[in-house]
């Protein structure tokens, strides 16, 4: 360092006072930030907003305020947070895994399907349903929002593989194996009584097979790592964590190891970085909140903050609103701290060191309990874009990150299906 620059530093540090270079330097990262997300075609593959799309009050078209709804997605935010495409999910909690429990699953399940049809067909001039890389990118040019649907969670298929059809036919065209909870597919990482078939089951084996057959993403979000190396094993085609992070920079069982992560690059496939706080840094716990958030979650009869969302599915919607005011009062009380787009970006920064640019994407789980202190809904994406310009990333690289390298999943998958399927 020159001797006469480095007094110079110095001073600036002291004072706080930084030289209108320094500004204008920040100026043009953000406009060069701006030009790129703009241009570039950004999706997120995973969003439980359809949970929301039936409570009395809301409006998928109008611009709702996240921190007094619970809302992170909606047709306004996704343009303002120059979001062109999301994944919303077709999400059923684990419930008793009988005939019948199975049968009532089925049943909800359709019947969000049909929320999200009717949703786009009374919505038609601001979104439209797609089921390909090519319709999302058509769709786009008009300026309207692209949505695809994926499915979280085999629960509602039960035994029966032709459900998988019924699914793909309705525009899903990714299922997650399991959620939180084993089911009779699979492992799941987060199960308390831990493993049951050490991977998938014999009917999880048939599952691979019939969604390679059909061009339907396999999603390995949620599963337990032994499912996670069968499922690697046996696909013939590559497959997507719809809403993962690495373990190594944040150490919880719904993330990716290394060498997880580098089989998943091996077998061609793609982690879409999830942004639930949890999963992205760990946060010091408050013994405060923590005691008041078991006794509110006791009151409900819910075990734990996992099991929530299921919970949830099962209220009737006057006890539904009931336990957000509960959450919203709780979070009012004792704020959470939640995590950054810096924190969530290390995530991204590890795995292309560990295994290179073309395997990394956004799934960020929002209206699922996905949010940051800078990006608490999809209205604020542009940050990690920004973030990803301060970082170094090219322009290729950031397209890649926003839905190149999973669009190129997507088309190998698609590939592998017999041609009628296609586009369906």
């Known amino acids: 360092m020159k001797n006469w620059l480095y007094p110079t530093l110095l001073a600036c540090l002291a004072t706080g006072v930084i030289p209108a270079s320094a500004g204008d330097d920040e100026k043009a990262l953000l406009k060069k930030a701006k030009k790129i997300h703009e241009r570039a075609f950004t999706v997120d ?6 949970m929301l799309l039936s409570r009395p009050g809301f409006d998928v ?11 992170k997605v909606d047709y306004p935010r996704m343009r303002k947070g120059g979001l062109d495409a999301i994944f919303w999910a077709v999400y059923l909690g684990q419930g008793p895994r009988t005939p019948e429990g199975h049968e009532i699953a089925k049943t909800k399940a359709l019947g969000i399907f049909d929320a999200i049809h009717t949703t786009l067909k009374n919505t038609g001039s601001e979104a439209e349903l797609v089921t390909t890389p090519q319709d999302a990118l058509r769709v786009g040019k008009t300026g309207k929002r692209a949505i695809f649907i994926g499915v979280e969670n085999g629960y509602p298929m ?24 084993n089911n009779d597919i699979c492992d799941s990482s987060t199960d308390p009584k831990g493993a049951e078939y050490q991977g998938l089951s ?24 032994s499912t996670f190396y069968d499922v690697v094993r046996l696909s013939k085609v590559p497959i997507i964590a719809s809403h993962s992070g690495a373990k190594a920079v944040c150490d919880h069982p719904r993330n990716l190891t290394d060498d997880m992560l580098k089989a998943l690059a091996k077998n061609g496939g793609v982690v879409q970085l999830n942004l639930l706080s949890d999963y992205v840094k760990t946060i010091p716990v408050s013994p405060e909140r923590e005691a008041a958030q078991k006794a509110m979650l006791e009151k409900w009869g819910v075990k734990d903050r996992r099991a929530m969302m299921g919970a949830m599915s099962k209220l009737s919607e006057d006890d539904q609103k009931k336990l957000r005011a509960d959450f919203m009062e709780l979070n009012k009380k004792y704020p959470v701290q939640l995590a950054t787009v810096k924190d969530a970006v290390d995530h991204i920064d590890h795995i292309v060191k560990l295994i290179g640019i073309d395997h990394v994407g956004m799934g960020a789980d929002f209206d699922g309990g996905g949010a940051l202190a800078d990006c608490f809904d999809v209205g604020q994406y542009e940050n990690f874009t920004v973030e990803f310009v301060r970082r170094g990333y090219s322009k290729k ?14 088309k190998a998958v698609e590939k592998s299906a017999p041609t009628e399927m296609i586009g369906k």
């Open 45 to 50: 593959t995973h969003a439980d907003t359809p």
């Open 202 to 225: 014999p009917l999880g084996e048939q599952v691979v097979a019939e969604m390679n057959r059909l061009g339907m993403m396999i999603d390995v979000s949620h599963v337990s790592d």
């Open 397 to 410: 690289d950031i397209e890649k990150i926003w839905s190149g390298n999973f669009f190129r999943v997507m």
């Open 158 to 181: 039960g035994h029966d593989l032709s459900m998988l059809k019924k699914f793909y036919d309705l525009g899903a065209r990714y299922m997650t194996l399991c959620h939180s909870s």
């Open 61 to 71: 078209t109008k611009d709702n305020d996240a921190r007094t709804t619970n809302s």
